[in-house]
């Protein structure tokens, strides 16, 4: 069974940093294009950043210059390094891992909390 595992969520102040991982399991994420979305309460779930198989990268304009996407496919894992964070930050983020071949696969985590509060 396919599982994508986040970690590294909590609560920081305005400004701060933190660093989210996801751990896949069950699928080689080297094929896979995989992604970091996040859900803040009201609102539609948005595409943070990905990263391609070729290791090219798309952020939101929202996280530019802030968020790091980056991948370790040695370990099956893919990072979000987010600086400066804000606010309007807040919200759930949820890895996913999304493939387009043959078929299509299309696999989602569970998400973490990821709160930016003073």
């Known amino acids: 069974q396919v599982q994508l595992v986040e970690s590294g969520g909590g609560l920081v102040q305005p400004g701060g940093s933190l660093r989210l991982s996801c751990a896949a399991s069950?699928?080689?994420?080297?094929?896979?294009?995989m992604g970091w979305y996040r859900q803040a309460p009201g609102k539609q779930r948005e595409l943070v950043a990905s990263i391609t198989s070729g290791s090219i990268t798309i952020y939101a304009d929202s996280v530019k210059g802030r968020f790091t996407i980056s991948r370790d496919n040695a370990k099956n894992t893919v990072s979000l390094q987010m600086n400066s964070l804000k606010p309007e930050d807040t919200a759930v983020y949820y890895c996913?891992?999304?493939?387009?071949?043959?078929?299509?696969?299309?696999?989602w985590g569970q998400g973490t909390q990821v709160t930016v509060s003073s």
């Open positions: 996913n891992a999304f493939l387009h071949s043959l078929t299509t696969r299309n696999y």
């Open positions: 069950e699928i080689d994420i080297r094929i896979y294009t």
